[in-house]
């Protein structure tokens, strides 16, 4: 799959804590420290792991593709493709754009970073479920990122064609974002508390191919570049709406096409 490079987008996306976030890091048993942090760089900036956002990204795409292709034709985290448990020879759609047992994948996604230090600490106390009181010696603090914080990261995919259908992978991914943002939304820890509502904007893509190497073009070619902000935008991402040029949306519209065609 990636014996050669065909092309390779990069795809700058911008997150917004519309409530507080809390995405935890190592914890310390020194006097006086939080008992519950947040991730940060070496910096001590606050940031959002590839890893937690393609996590969440993938599990949606897994339950959305289980209902409508049939739970047969999506692996699971337990049994992904080509792993000896699940007896499956063949990658799945999945496995294809998030990676599997034997394949990288095609969707990476780089660390989110914010350009603001600013966190505070939040109180919280476990309740006795029998008395639905405070339970004795059971207070703790929590470290958050205030809501309307700005993360910024990239995401790059390699290849994004799939099986002929042009920028399918794009296309899935574009697609699980809207629908992310208009229906899940939440990200990190603590969400039963009302921690974690975030939206995800897209923000600039770039296309990049061989000849733009052998001719030393690392900026790459512009394929779309939002003219808003993710503050302007907030609620017609809430409601899913992003507005793309054709080209892009045909990417969409070809990752449709995909998954109909394995529904057949």
């Not at 507080?20 to 070496?42: C, M, Q, Y």
């Not at 339970?135 to 470290?143: V, W």
């Not at 974690?196 to 030393?216: A, Q, S």
Request: charged content about 30%.
């Amino acid at each position: 799959m990636f014996k050669k490079l065909d092309k390779r987008l990069i795809m700058d996306y911008e997150v917004l804590a519309v409530s507080d976030l809390r995405i935890g890091g190592h914890g310390s048993t020194a006097p006086g420290e939080v008992d519950n942090p947040v991730i940060k760089n070496s910096k001590d900036y606050p940031i959002i792991p590839g890893s937690s956002l393609k996590g969440v990204l993938r599990t949606e795409t897994e339950k959305l593709l289980r209902t409508i292709i049939g739970e047969e034709n999506v692996c699971t985290p337990d049994e992904l493709c080509k792993s000896k448990k699940s007896g499956r020879t063949e990658e799945c759609p999945v496995c294809l754009l998030f990676g599997g047992a034997e394949m990288a994948g095609s969707i990476r996604i780089r660390d989110a970073i914010t350009d603001s230090p600013k966190t505070y600490i939040r109180d919280g106390v476990e309740i006795d479920r029998k008395t639905r009181k405070a339970a004795t010696g059971r207070y703790y603090d929590i470290e958050v990122v205030p809501s309307g914080t700005v993360f910024k990261g990239e995401i790059m995919i390699e290849n994004p064609d799939l099986k002929g259908n042009k920028y399918a992978k794009l296309g899935a991914l574009l697609s699980t974002i809207r629908f992310f943002n208009a229906t899940s939304k939440t990200l990190g820890g603590a969400v039963s508390r009302g921690f974690g509502e975030v939206l995800i904007m897209p923000t600039k893509i770039r296309e990049f191919t061989p000849n733009d190497y052998l001719n030393g073009k690392y900026e790459g070619k512009d394929k779309w570049k939002s003219d808003k902000g993710i503050e302007e935008m907030k609620e017609d991402l809430k409601q899913g709406k992003l507005e793309l040029n054709t080209e892009i949306e045909d990417g969409i519209k070809n990752w449709k096409n995909y998954v109909y065609q394995l529904k057949k």
